[in-house]
């Protein structure tokens, strides 16, 4: 297992984040109120969500910024405190995949920036075309993996732990599929105050337990923004992440799980992520079929049966009588058995 020696560096870099990231809320939030970028809810929503109605967005920049600045910090204090030859190419590797990440984190949150951008100006809740940010994810996830390729790492294996199976050529279109898949699911997750945040900050110190030194120290940083920001985003929250911080840490957790190439683990660290859009797939999927197949024996239109009562799942729950502390206490739990489980497979 690759863990980090200088643990001092890693705890150091997740507390200043998350210190970091509370502290430019105090600034960022009335901004937003000023210039009134604020939450437009949905009609189809949970009718309780209106209560939110013009909640600051944009408040993922409290962890982007927190997350960016202190990885560098803490990069600089390892190189120091590991006193390491800079020309060695294993360590300039490590470098530059470090800010690959960095960059496809920021890059993806560009397009979520975007959207939200159209949200606020319009006062809609409909921003970025999905074909628009399909194609935006689609060009973004191919250049990671060809960034990855060009540093050196050829491999077109898909790991499931227990086998591994070469997929050859067509090991690139299926992880852009992944990628894609993952982290729209991430960006499905923020629904509930609190819940993308604390399951993120779950998944990033699952990573930071298997990750390379260099890509652990981004994931703390990211773990220890999500803690910060949580200050101004548990229920009742004064600030949404929006699409510009889910889409950034969709981003985070595709690029991070991929320098680990395993791919299972990834999984299985994510496997909130995975089940919240599984949920979608399934409730439009059977709505479809069950519509269809009343329209053949009746003739009416749009009356398909749910299997959910609201997707995203959390919404189920939320319907059902859960509060949003218990959802986000849940899931949270959930993640981090399922995050133990990847981390455990990888000590063993």
């Given amino acids: 297992m690759r863990i980090m020696p200088i643990i001092w560096i890693l705890l150091a870099t997740a507390l200043l ?139 077109t294996e898909l790991d499931l732990i227990f086998c591994k199976l070469d997929l050859h050529f067509f090991y690139y279109p299926i992880m852009i599929l992944f990628m894609i898949y993952l982290s729209n699911a991430v960006n499905l997750t923020d629904g509930v105050d609190g819940l993308c945040g604390t399951v993120t900050a779950v998944a990033m110190l699952a990573f930071t337990m298997i990750c390379s030194k260099e890509i652990s120290l981004y994931a703390i940083a990211i773990a220890g923004g999500c803690l910060g920001f949580l200050v101004w985003n548990l229920h009742p929250a004064k600030c949404f992440m929006g699409d510009t911080g889910s889409m950034y840490l969709g981003g985070a957790f595709v690029a991070i799980g991929l320098t680990t190439h395993q791919h299972l683990v990834m999984v299985l660290v994510g496997l909130v992520y995975v089940l919240e859009a599984l949920s979608v797939v399934i409730q439009v999927s059977y709505f479809k079929y069950t519509a269809k197949q009343h329209f053949k024996k009746t003739g009416e239109k749009g009356k398909g049966k749910r299997i959910f009562k609201m997707t995203p799942i959390h919404h189920h729950f939320e319907m059902s009588g859960f509060s949003e502390y218990r959802i986000v206490a849940t899931f949270s739990l959930f993640g981090l058995i399922a995050g133990t489980l990847g981390v455990l497979t990888v000590l063993l």
């Fill in 17 to 155: 984040s998350a210190v970091f990231a509370a502290a430019i809320g105090r600034v960022l939030i009335p901004y937003l109120k000023k210039i009134h970028f604020g939450q437009t809810i949905l009609e189809i929503g949970p009718r309780w969500h209106k209560n939110k109605q013009g909640t600051p967005i944009m408040g993922g920049f409290m962890f982007i910024i927190s997350s960016v600045v202190t990885v560098i910090a803490g990069y600089v204090l390892y190189r120091i405190q590991c006193v390491q030859d800079g020309t060695d190419p294993e360590i300039r590797n490590g470098m530059l995949r470090l800010i690959a990440c960095v960059v496809f984190s920021l890059l993806f949150s560009c397009i979520g920036f975007a959207d939200d951008y159209i949200k606020a100006v319009k006062k809609q809740n409909l921003g970025l075309r999905p074909r628009q940010k399909m194609a935006a994810q689609f060009l973004l996830c191919a250049g990671f993996l060809a960034v990855l390729y060009a540093l050196g790492d050829h491999s």
